[in-house]
């Protein structure tokens, strides 16, 4: 439905457009408000912020049709003016078209022509609104997708590659924020939010500072993936930075919690790929395996503040970071326990 503005100090319009537009009324296609003058059609838009179309006279008591147009230019530019008025000399119309009128139409009112130009104002509005919303999706787009991903995505070797799926060699962490799920039992959902994100903004960062990338956010945990040359290395590099940023933050005064994260490791092969359902139309470039499992269970088996690896990467490592053996945990779908080692710094 569109809501339309009667402008006009003229009491009988009011009358000959409800009669002229009926069809359209009943079918609820339009919805007409009306207002005597420029004042008294501010306060209507100020009402009624879903108005998309004016019809205004010139000449009316308080403030005329120009000034109007003057007013809705500079505050409210998407809606869109019609001046209907008998003033249609050059010097009207062009003021009028200078101040941003989308068409000038003259007394008496020829109303097939009136409701020819409203047809195509409303298809103005519409490709307008539709403009806006693809630029408002782009820019929510890129606040989820890294800026050289929506440039490949534009590129000619997008459709072949992305449904590539190949076996890589790399690290998995997962992060997770001890404790935090007691949190939303007591507060907002706004609170929830905003400290949550506030959080994972820390732990993305550090992520990223070592050539990183951001694989998922599951609930109050991230699932990171490292590749190329020292992935083990930068991995753990970044999770010690998280660990002691993370630390070093003042407990939230209005929720009293202060953050500790449990984090686990695992180097190795990976599937990388698109993971999902294709009737659904839902697919997660992802990576999947033994590897994944193995880096989510150690987590799951890290306390408050440990980083958490097995013996294949300790072997690793254990010339260039300081760790200390915890012991072995039995793990799901393993025969053997696993020998697991906290990384200290």
């Not at 180097?267 to 139309?281: D, H, Q, V």
Request: net charge negative; proline share 3%.
């Amino acid at each position: 439905m569109t809501k339309i503005l009667v402008v006009d100090d003229e009491p009988d319009l009011e009358v000959l457009v409800k009669q002229k537009f009926r069809k359209k009324i009943r079918a609820n296609e339009y919805q007409f408000a009306f207002a005597g003058n420029g004042v008294q059609a501010l306060e209507v838009l100020r009402d009624d912020p879903e108005i998309d179309i004016v019809l205004s006279d010139i000449n009316m008591p308080e403030m005329d049709g120009l000034a109007l147009l003057a007013e809705l230019r500079e505050n409210q530019p998407l809606i869109k003016t019609v001046i209907v008025s008998a003033y249609g000399d050059m010097q009207n119309i062009r003021t009028a078209m200078n101040r941003g009128a989308f068409d000038f139409i003259t007394k008496p009112i020829d109303f097939n022509d009136l409701s020819i130009t409203v047809e195509k104002t409303i298809e103005y509005v519409a490709q307008v609104k539709n403009t806006l919303q693809a630029i408002k999706e782009n820019d929510i787009l890129k606040m989820y997708v890294d800026e050289s991903v929506i440039n490949f995505m534009s590129s000619p070797q997008y459709e072949s590659s992305v449904l590539l799926n190949e076996a890589i060699e790399g690290t998995v962490i997962f992060v997770d924020i001890v404790g935090f799920t007691r949190i939303s039992e007591s507060a907002t959902p706004d609170q929830v939010v905003q400290l949550i994100n506030t959080y994972f903004d820390i732990m993305v960062t550090k992520i990223m500072e070592h050539d990183g990338y951001i694989d998922k956010f599951i609930g109050d945990a991230v699932m990171a993936v490292y590749r190329g040359d020292f992935h083990l290395d930068r991995a753990l590099d970044s999770a010690i930075e998280i660990r002691r940023s993370l630390s070093e933050l003042e407990e939230s005064e209005t929720l009293h919690f202060k953050p500790q994260v449990s984090i686990g490791i695992r180097s190795g092969e990976m599937i990388s790929g698109n993971i999902g359902s294709a009737s659904l139309k839902r697919l997660d470039y992802t990576v999947i395996g033994d590897t994944v499992n193995t880096a989510a269970r150690l987590q799951g088996a890290a306390g408050e503040n440990q980083i958490i690896i097995g013996k294949q990467d300790y072997e690793q490592i254990k010339s260039s970071f300081e760790c200390e053996e915890l012991g072995t945990i039995k793990m799901k779908n393993k025969t053997e326990p696993m020998l697991i080692y906290n990384v200290v710094a």
